[in-house]
């Protein structure tokens, strides 16, 4: 199983970014896919996460600024990006859970990881 994120960068306060992850490999019974992110000196966190039946769910810190979306046919999550904010700044990961889906499953529970991107929002 790959995960590979891109679409990071720098952008300026209220900026946007896209964020892709490329999945190869995942088993049929992957029921969550999710991006979180983790900032210098603080715990990863869940941004955003899609049920395999195309469901949303958002925690606090990308509630109506985030969207999560998958191009099924090329095997891509989408991170959409808005009203970027420098507490925004973070790696951010996508990760893929074969058992669990929910904002209340925690990070070391998930089964697959990307590498992570940068991203940096400046004031």
């Known amino acids: 199983v790959q995960l590979m994120e891109s679409g990071g960068g720098s952008v300026q306060t209220g900026g946007s970014l896209r964020l892709s992850c490329v999945g190869s490999?995942?088993?049929?019974?992957?029921?969550?896919m999710a991006w979180f992110r983790q900032a210098p000196g603080k715990e990863r966190e869940v941004v955003a996460i899609?049920?395999?039946?195309?469901?949303?769910n958002y925690a606090a810190a990308g509630k109506g600024r985030f969207t999560i979306s998958k191009d099924n046919a090329k095997n891509t999550l989408f991170l959409q990006m808005n009203s970027l904010k420098p507490e925004d700044t973070a790696v951010y990961y996508c990760?893929?859970?074969?058992?669990?889906?929910?904002?209340?499953?925690?990070?070391?529970?998930?089964?697959?990881w990307g590498q992570g991107t940068q991203v940096t929002v400046s004031s």
């Open positions: 990760a893929a859970d074969r058992e669990y889906c929910g904002l209340w499953v925690t990070w070391d529970q998930y089964n697959y």
């Open positions: 490999g995942l088993p049929s019974s992957t029921v969550c």
């Open positions: 899609l049920f395999s039946d195309g469901k949303t």
